[in-house]
């Protein structure tokens, strides 16, 4: 049923996998500049590391790194005709509202090997978007306070009187970006397969059955995993990367892949952007399989090629979540929903955050 | 300073009028205040005292007219240009400097050298009699003493002329007492021209060599304090400066050297030499103060006794005189003896004198 | 200046407010009313139809109620607590009211995310406050005091008591204490003194720091954020998430523009106080004089001392209680401002890559990774740099219309120190995505400059609000002796005026410091790869993880204020010395 959602799911983001790529990629080698964003701390380190010194080095292309800044700024800066960026990483399924409302670049791939574009799975390049990581929503708990096994599914976090304790879970205004919509349909028993379109008023209900014990809807990733290694909370939903980080460091955490989310973010190509050849080449650059490998070396993220398996050692492989094993348990987000437009005019996100205000004050 | 005699300025106003928007706070003042005197501004508040001495001093502008100090119009010159000292109110001392460091402000601003700086503070502390307080904040010190500093700040870079703006005001009756008589030994041997604004009648007259008495933005008049004591140029004055009985009378006949009046709603007569007579109308007020009406054993008027008040070395007595009351003053030894509820008076001629009802 | 004629005063006026008002209206009016004409249209033109939407919106007018009464509690508790210590410190001598104020600014060097990551420690369930409470039998199992009301009002009092204490302070400090006394030989007992001449001189002073601290409230939502439980939702996070997030530019300005309307009116029907606090000559009291009113009637003089002297031996009885629960109220609210600093520093000598406390073992990995890494020396550089320039130069344009406001009269003169508050109303978000609509086309962003004047419109608002507060009461006879002792103005200004306006002058360019020294909001804008605020870095850094680097920052910086104070006391000490063995 995992395996069917599955491909379900990635058939459902509507991707073309006809690229006008040659078998033969063309040369990245360039001048100039290329300015990019690194999302900072440990994953602008293994960045620098996988991505810009190796692109640099091949390419003669320098790497810029601009500040970390929100969407809302990116897409202020594009809007005044000065983006801040030439490749900006999306989340939430940003990407597609961008590309929808102009604000971005085609990716030109044929800069890009045959064999790395048809690997990416389970997401995949679109026109404007190339995906960088992807990564795992899942369910942290601390296991001291459940002797007898901790909880394993969304149902299991609703079920207060087996598994008793303080909950933490994303704040819906993000809409799709902090998963607590799917969370709450499939506590209530949705399947996979039936997510979307998001029922709001199935996920509320559902949200209402455990409002009582929930002491925190976060405001940042990390501060899923903090709450539960701090006893704030037994079970909190959490991204794989923190929750596995902490537990190297003996943080007392586990967690559940069943039912997680997957999430990815995406590179897009800034419209307005000085350096959009160099742009694709980084992208290519940083879609090879090789390179994705030492890039999840570093971090727990996983690559988006899934060639880039063969250069991960088993023990590595095993921790990331989109090793065969741990895909079957889990679901892809259909981020591309979030970004689509309602009758409206607002996107499922906007609808979705004015819906949650509107919950959480009553 | 004290000994280098700067001989003081003279200081007039000439026609200075002040206005707030409608309301006329000064009106036309002619006023002459010649080298080295010591004059006094005396009237209650908002009688415009304080105005005059803020426009002489440079923070308010005269509406119109001219002040001339030593002959030169200041007017449009800004206080710090004019070299005229000003103790204020509440002393204005500065709180975050010491009382050297006070004393010395208006030294450092005319740029003296620091040795001689030192020199001037001590010889002013010494002249106000403050030595060794240099180091204190203004905050360690005594009302008086910060009265003191006040002083030797305002007289340390030797200006011609030094404006005192209720200066003993804030200070309780022994020490206002004890200040009076320092400030006028100083000025005689300083010599600075020296004015002085006070509500205080008994400060004026004790202290100053004229005294200009002010109500509703007028000088009212200008004398020695014995002119205005004892030839009041009408009833507000004669009232103001020391105490004095205003009776309303109406005038029944006037002759060359005499007039006659008779105390309002009674049939009494009483006689006014003509030359204490300040009025032409035929209603008047007597004054009288209460230490000149006569008590005599036989004859004058039988007066009610109201009240008795006991004053030490002497006794006042409230008479009732028609619809309105009377106060009489003797040495308690010559009245304190008086029986009985009745007091019979006089009201001798060279006592009394007529003025414009008010 | 009080002396110069009245007609050249216009101009002076004009001249005071002109540096102001230009900065404020090139980096705050002119960007934001671009985006607020912009919540009037749509593709058809002028609607309303943005704003009829917020206002039929029950979750918004939830919002903006709940968000004005924590305002309003925060204030009134910050009230509570800071009017007693401002009093305390206003009665120690000079040396231990600086180390006082000192220690209340402290709160200020964390960030906010540590910060409040210390109280999660604190009040959380195995916290010192429960375990103290089990220990004693109040209570059987933990109680929550976090991640709800409690744990909001904990935060955000304690991060706003600076902003009361140092006004309010800087109000005690002009007071003649001679009054009180006064007050109490002419008859009225201590407390009644207290009420009715030393109170009503600090009013001043409160308006100042509850106008501060009710403004910084209204958008300060990282805080009850955190600290917050489910429903501790401010209004000024739903206007954040409609920028960063949703890109609902018209909703997000519409909801600034209503606040914006609502605390302007609340100041516009409150302009009598607030009229009266700017007009300082009009409504100052006659001052008091001792023995006045007592000399004219020699019997009641005497009768009245002798009471007096017993109601004043009563008094000095009844302060002297007083002081002791002054003391303990003081030395309670000093320890909650510090608290977070108890756990802050320990976690910074973490070995754990993760915030846990207490941490598992001790080291300096945290300093190490500080020290070698000069992302984080740039950034803190830069950051000191610029927030100290724009503190200044907040000063420069913000001291003369501070002085304008509180001296001069002239037309217009409440909404021109409206519009100079406004910038603390409209939520900052609104604010730094209207200045970066307009100067990113300049390529201006990733620049020193827009950061300094972007900071600059932080401070404005402070020095403005402190500054008019220092400047009441402020006894102009001694600016009028100063130039009769032969000032210049500009003499007066400097050894006279400033002198003794140093107490408001200091926390004004505190407050100024620390807005631009902690803010992110412009940083997300605004910061380019050689402008990258120490905040900003931060951020990036707790946006994935958090770990223990962002306590050795504020360790730092603890430290570094530390050595500071000690070396300003040594020098302090020398020079004393020096200057009376001369």
Partial sequence: MHRRTLLKAAGALGVASIFPAPLIAKSLKGSGEVVIYDGAGAWGEAMRSAYFEPFEAETGIKVIVEPTTDTGAVRASVMTGAPRYDIYIFSGGYANSFARDGLLEKIDFSFFERSDLDAFRPAKPTDYSCPTIIYSLLMAYNPAAFPNGGPQTWADMWDVSKFPGGRALGPGSWGGEAGTFEIALLADGVTPDGLYPIDFDRAFRSLDKIKASIVKFWESGAEGPQLVVDKQVAIAAAWNGRVSAVKDQGGEIAMSWHQALLQYDEFGILKGASNVENASKFIAFASRAKNQADFSNKILYAPPNSNAYQYLSKERA?????????????????????????????????????????WITR | MATSLANGASVSLKGVTKRYGNFQAVHPVELTVNEGEFISLLGSSGSGKSTILMMIAGFEAPTTGSIYLDNQEIVGLPPYRRNIGVVFQRYALFPHLSVAGNIAYPLRRRSMPWRQVEMEVERALRLVNLEGLGDRLPSQLSGGQQQRVALARALVFRPRLLLLDEPLGALDRKLRQQLQIELKILHKEIGTTIILVTHDQEEALSMADRVAVMSKGQIEQIGKPSELFNAPANAFVADFVGETNLIPVDVVERSDDLVKVALEKTDKVVLVAASQCLTSRGSALLGIRPEHVKIVANEGMPLKIVERVFNGLTTSLLLALGNSKILVRAPTDMIGGIGGDILRVEFPISACRLYDKL | MPFLPRRSRHVGTAGMMAPVLVTLALIYMIPVVGLFIKSFQDRNGFTLDSYLNQLTSPAFLKLLVETLELSVGVTILCLLFGYPVAYTISRVNKRSAALLLLLISLPYLTSVLIRTYAWIVVLGPNGVVNQFLMSVGLTSKPVQLVFNQIGVYTGMVQIHLPLMIFPVYAAMTKIDRSLTAAAVSLGSSPASAFWHVFAPLTYPGIVGGSTLVFLSCLGFYTTPALLGGTADYMLAQGIT???????????????????????????????????????????????????????????????????????????????????????????????????????VVPLSFSSAAYLTFPPPGYSLRWYESFFSNTKWLEATWFSLRVSVMAAIASLAVGLPAAFALARRQFALKLPAYLLIISPMVVPQIVIAIALYLIVAPHRMVGTEHVFLLAYMLLGIPYVVVVAVAGLQRFDTSL????????????????????????PSIVSAFLFAFIAAFDDVVFGLFLSGRDAIPLPMRMWENIRQEIDPQISVVASILLFLVIVGYLAHNTLGRLRWSRVNGR
């Fill in chain 1, 318 to 358: 095993g921790m990331l979540p989109t090793v065969p094993d741990l895909l079957a348990l889990q679901i892809v987000q259909n981020q591309a929903y979030w970004a689509a437009l309602r009758d409206d005019g607002k996107d499922n996100t906007q609808y979705a955050a004015e819906l949650w205000e509107n």
């Fill in chain 3, 241 to 343: 998430l409609r920028v960063l997030r949703l890109a609902d530019l018209a909703g997000a300005a519409t909801q600034a523009t209503i606040l914006l309307t609502i605390v302007l009116a609340v100041f516009v029907l409150l302009r009598k106080r607030f009229a009266a606090s700017l007009d300082d000559e009009a409504s100052a009291p006659a001052p008091l004089k001792r023995g006045d009113g007592a000399s004219s009637e020699p019997l009641l003089y005497g009768l009245q001392r002798r009471f007096s002297t017993i109601l004043y031996r009563f008094g000095v009885i009844v302060s002297q209680v007083r002081n002791y629960v002054l003391w303990a109220v003081t030395a309670a609210v000093m320890f909650y401002l510090i608290v977070p600093f108890l756990v």
């Fill in chain 3, 479 to 502: 600016e009028s002796a100063a130039a009769s002792l032969g000032a210049r103005p500009a003499v007066v200004l400097f050894t006279i005026t400033l002198p003794l306006l140093m």
